[in-house]
């Protein structure tokens, strides 16, 4: 990963650019997510939350070893698919533990764990963030940081629930997203657009259907939970649209994936905390020219560094570009803590 250009002065849009610009965002993307374990972590702690409709969520904590008074927080927010158990979440953990912080990782309902109710992961898991962030507040000093960041699709639920959620009761303090789709729709169709993105998308489309796959036939107390399925679809589908016509609508309630994508837009307006978001030109997946740009310029708290390189979550591809952009998160984090911490000087 290249040094990042902040697009607060570009005053021309953002262009995703061609195929052959864009190898080396496929090349990063992979690198990332074929990272080994970090060797700098303790053991986590593992807590599970039932939620109101019954669903389950595990949260995956790491503490900081010598926490201090006031030691902020982080919710980790991963992508889709994703969980704590993969390794450049975990590096991505392993730098906000360097700080000192304490890091909790959400896994969603289904991911790494058994589905108790009807209602699955997607785009619209900000529903479930309130209780969530009721459940970390309950764990952590009152009045002591909350930070949240947010991979990829977790990145998009998290804007979408910080809009929500805007007002002085907010608990989080600051946010971050990284590689993250902020306008459902368009990116769908970037997706849709040529061959080299509708390559992509089957590719994202197959990782999905195989977990979804896997869960059916190794793990039976989920099965009941996934009745709703259209599983000729789920074989059928070709694309991220197809695959969501035959999972997420039927089991969350969506007409069709237009509804869906409609209702968990983000509503950047409403944004009332800091927000950095981090994207690369060459995000083989997320492409930069659909992000909605005039929202992002206009905000006075959205901060928007665009990279050149960088890839879709790319930026744990090695150690050298984590610390690039774990240096962008956690430096945003240490300007908006809400005191200073007497010896601790900002990295």
């Not at 303090?173 to 970037?190: F, G, K, N, V, W």
């Not at 016509?245 to 509503?267: L, V, W």
């Not at 930026?315 to 984090?333: I, K, T």
Request: glycine share 8%.
């Amino acid at each position: 990963m290249t040094p990042p250009a902040s697009t607060s002065d570009a005053m021309t849009l953002p262009t995703s650019p061609a195929l052959s610009s864009r190898i080396s965002g496929f090349i990063s993307t992979g690198l990332a997510g074929a990272r080994t374990e970090p060797g700098s972590l303790p053991k986590p702690e593992l807590q599970s939350l039932t939620l109101a409709d019954g669903g389950t969520i595990r949260l995956t904590w790491w503490w900081a070893e010598m926490p201090m008074l006031g030691t902020p927080t982080v919710l980790v927010f991963p992508g889709l698919n994703n969980s704590s158990r993969w390794h450049f979440v975990q590096h991505a953990v392993a730098s906000l533990h360097k700080r000192g912080y304490h890091a909790a990782v959400v896994d969603y309902r289904g991911i790494d764990q058994s589905l108790t109710s009807p209602r699955t992961f997607g785009a619209d898991s900000s529903a479930d963030f309130p209780e969530i962030v009721a459940a970390v507040s309950a764990r952590i000093p009152p009045g002591s940081d909350l930070f949240a960041v947010g991979h990829s699709m977790g990145g998009a639920c998290l804007a979408k629930y910080l809009g929500d959620a805007a007002g002085p009761s907010c608990r989080v303090r600051a946010a971050a997203t990284l590689s993250s789709p902020l306008a459902l729709a368009s990116h769908m169709r970037r997706l849709e657009s040529s061959p080299s993105w509708r390559a992509a998308n089957f590719l994202t489309a197959s990782i999905a259907r195989l977990t979804l796959l896997r869960k059916w036939l190794t793990d039976p107390p989920s099965r009941p939970h996934l009745r709703a399925v259209d599983w000729a679809g789920v074989f059928a589908c070709m694309s991220l649209r197809d695959l969501e016509r035959a999972t997420i609508c039927p089991m969350n309630g969506y007409a069709d994936p237009e509804d869906y994508y409609a209702h968990s837009q983000p509503d950047l307006q409403r944004l009332g905390v800091p927000l950095l978001v981090i994207h690369a030109r060459d995000d083989p997946v997320i492409g930069v020219s659909e992000l909605p740009w005039a929202e992002l310029r206009a905000h006075p708290k959205i901060q928007v560094v665009l990279t050149p390189t960088g890839g879709h979550l790319g930026y744990y591809a090695s150690d050298e570009a984590a610390q690039r952009v774990d240096a962008l998160v956690g430096d945003f984090f240490e300007k908006h803590r809400s005191r200073a911490v007497p010896g601790r000087s900002r990295l």
